[in-house]
């Protein structure tokens, strides 16, 4: 008679990153956090011996990053980083207002489970942790995964999408909006509104914080923009 061993506690194999993947999550990082700034120009040749591989998988991360408004064409040189503009600025947030309220919205409606409700605030201390050692790319990386789980917890697997893609050319704006150490303190204080609001049910109090927190961020990046445009 034969015996089936149980699965129930055995954990899913991890499949190694493939070269391209690797260069991928670089290279996408180095642009979200500032490590490479707008304007710099990438080549496939530079970025093959940097990376120690061929430049087929250089291309074709290059060609995603591309796709996602990271990068843009530049001849036949290569690809620079963007420079996101005021009116791109302003284009962002106003999507950004037309979707993120109603999904605090909708969470505040329908409830979210307890263990939900314990990642989002782990992600609360991990941005309180990144503000109190001054890392702040790991607050802004924080920053979007909050939002980004918001959207996934709503169920509309197009929306988390939607969002995703616009956090991933926002982070470069996000660089902007948090210059200032105490800007850092009010986020991590608005997304704490936000949270306690769809907590306790409240679905209007809930867009409403959400709203706030959009026009406040706007106000911050817009003003920067044009301080950096009067230099």
Request: hydrophobic share 40%.
């Amino acid at each position: 008679m034969k015996t089936t061993a149980p699965t129930a506690d055995l954990l899913p194999v991890e499949r190694p990153k493939t070269m391209k993947q690797h260069v991928y999550e670089a290279l996408q990082r180095a642009i979200l956090q500032g490590t490479i700034a707008p304007d710099a120009v990438l080549t496939e040749a530079t970025l093959a011996e940097k990376f120690g591989v061929s430049r087929t998988p250089v291309r074709e991360v290059m060609q995603e990053l591309q796709s996602q408004g990271l990068l843009e064409p530049v001849g036949s040189r290569g690809k620079r980083v963007r420079r996101i503009t005021p009116e791109e600025v302003r284009e962002l947030f106003w999507l950004r207002s037309v979707l993120e309220p109603p999904i605090a919205n909708r969470l505040a409606t329908i409830g979210i489970a307890n263990a939900d409700a314990e990642r989002i605030r782990k992600l609360l201390v991990t941005q309180q942790e990144a503000l109190e050692r001054g890392d702040r790319a790991a607050f802004l990386t924080a920053d979007s995964n909050f939002h980004i789980l918001l959207a996934q917890l709503t169920g509309f697997p197009k929306v988390t999408e939607i969002i995703t893609n616009l956090r991933n050319v926002f982070q470069i704006v996000g660089l902007t909006a948090i210059t200032k150490l105490g800007r850092l303190r009010e986020v991590i204080d608005e997304h704490q509104r936000i949270v306690e609001a769809i907590l306790r049910r409240d679905p209007v109090e809930a867009e409403r914080a959400v709203r706030l927190h959009l026009e406040h961020t706007e106000e911050i990046v817009m003003e920067r923009l044009g301080a950096e445009d009067g230099r």
